[in-house]
Nanobody, 119 residues
Framework: QVQLVESGGGLVQTGGSLRLSCAASGSITRIDDMGWYRQGPGKQREFVAVITSGGSKNYADFVKGRFTISRDNAKNTVYLQMNSLKPEDTAVYFC?????????????WGQGTQVTVSS
């Protein structure tokens, strides 16, 4: 059984930084894209950033220049370095990954980690 487990959320002041981690575990054969989404209070879940297995990256416009996505393929882990945080970045952040495991290919989601930015 595949699991994605996020960590690193918390409370930070405006302008501060946080680093989120998401580790995939289980009978994994291959991981393709890994990414982050977020869901703010009263809002729909939205795309934040994605990184391919080859290292290509794509970001939502609202985080460009502030957030950096990276991954460690040896550890099946994706990271999100968040700098210059704003109150509007407050949300539950979810990890997402496209994984081949036990001859099944599908998307998996983590349980989410809360990020709160105080003004």
């Amino acid at each position: 059984q595949v699991q994605l487990v996020e960590s690193g959320g918390g409370l930070v002041q405006t302008g501060g930084s946080l680093r989120l981690s998401c580790a995939a575990s289980g009978s994994i054969t291959r991981i393709d894209d890994m990414g982050w989404y977020r869901q703010g209070p009263g809002k729909q879940r939205e795309f934040v950033a994605v990184i391919t297995s080859g290292g290509s990256k794509n970001y939502a416009d609202f985080v460009k220049g502030r957030f950096t996505i990276s991954r460690d393929n040896a550890k099946n882990t994706v990271y999100l370095q968040m700098n210059s945080l704003k109150p509007e970045d407050t949300a539950v952040y979810f990890c997402n990954a496209a994984i081949m495991a036990s001859r099944t290919y599908r998307e998996y989601w983590g349980q989410g980690t809360q990020v709160t930015v105080s003004s």
